[in-house]
Structure formats: C-alpha cells, structure tokens
C-alpha cells in the first residue's frame, strides 16, 4: 500500500482508498470525499469535529503521507518528523437514493506544530494505532487528540504559477 499526499483544498468528490471493516476482514475502498448534505441542496461536507462526540460504526483510515493546507495565502506541507506515513480518522457513510457511498474525516484541536497556521487539524492516527482506531478498542478521546509538540515537520512549498503566469 501506498501512502500519497493530502490536500486540504481538494474538491468534494475526490476519490481516495480508505480502509475499513467489512466483517472480520480489513478492506481497502476507493470512495468520494465529502458525506450528504443535512438539507437538500446544501453543501456536502468533507470534516466533522470529533470533540464531544462517539463513533459507534462506520469508522475508515484514510492513508496519508503528509497534508497540505494553505494558510494567510501560503501553501504548507505537514508530515511526520520522523519521515512515517499515518493515517487521518474518518468515517464513511453507505449510499443513498441521493448520494453515493461516501468518507469524511474527524477534525481535532490543533497540535503546536500546526496551531500558528490553523486552530484545527484532520485527526492523525500513527500506524501502532491503526486498528485500535478501526475495532475501537480505545476511547474516542484516546486516539482523536493532538499528538505532541514536534511530531511535524511543516514545510512551505512553493506557490504554483497561474495560468495567466504561463503565457509566453
């Protein structure tokens, strides 16, 4: 398996494997980002806040190896300090008349890595604790919380040229 970059901003509907239970077994999925609308004609949405809240079923990892978001204008890269590929909690939802199966991931407070670019971040989930999260061996609020000071390294990546810029 392999883990690929994440973008913050990528569009709804964007695919990307997830893995979850079916059974006793451990699946991997290719399913759309972003879970129906509470109203009709409403906007999907692609994150829900985890605080204060349980996750009985449906739970999924999305793989990542690093997550990009942009912050006052800048684009940034976060990924682990020690260079490991991790995974952001999720959960996924079966399909309806109205909308096809789908994921979203859980959002938690910011770690101090990430809080002078953002006050919240997509729960990361490290490898150890991968099926703890999937057979929810562990509280909610033992594996959805910040994970300590240093564990990211940020990087600010280099701002792609519009179109406009590409015109000889």
């Known amino acids: 398996m392999s883990a690929s970059v994440f973008d913050s901003e990528g569009s709804i509907g964007q695919r990307r494997v997830v893995i979850r239970r079916n059974g006793c077994d ?5 399913l759309p980002w972003g879970l129906q609308p509470r109203e009709p004609g409403g906007r999907a949405f692609t994150v829900i806040r985890a605080e204060g809240r349980t996750f009985p079923d449906h739970r999924c990892l999305v793989p990542a190896s690093e997550f990009r978001h942009r912050s006052r204008g800048k684009q940034y890269g976060f990924s682990l300090a020690d260079g490991d590929w991790f ?3 999720g959960i996924w939802r079966p399909a ?13 407070e910011a770690n101090e890595d990430i809080a002078p670019f953002h006050d919240r971040q997509m729960a990361v989930v490290r490898r ?3 099926i703890a999260w999937l057979d929810r061996t562990c509280r909610e ?3 959805l919380r910040p994970l300590p ?8 990546l280099r701002d792609e040229p519009r179109q406009a810029e590409l015109t000889f």
């Open 26 to 30: 451990v699946e991997m999925v290719e």
């Open 128 to 130: 150890e604790h991968r």
């Open 141 to 143: 609020d033992q594996l």
């Open 96 to 108: 309806s008349r109205e909308w096809p199966q789908a994921y979203a991931i859980l959002t938690i």
């Open 87 to 89: 995974y952001f909690a």
């Open 149 to 156: 000071a240093g564990s990211y390294k940020v990087s600010r």
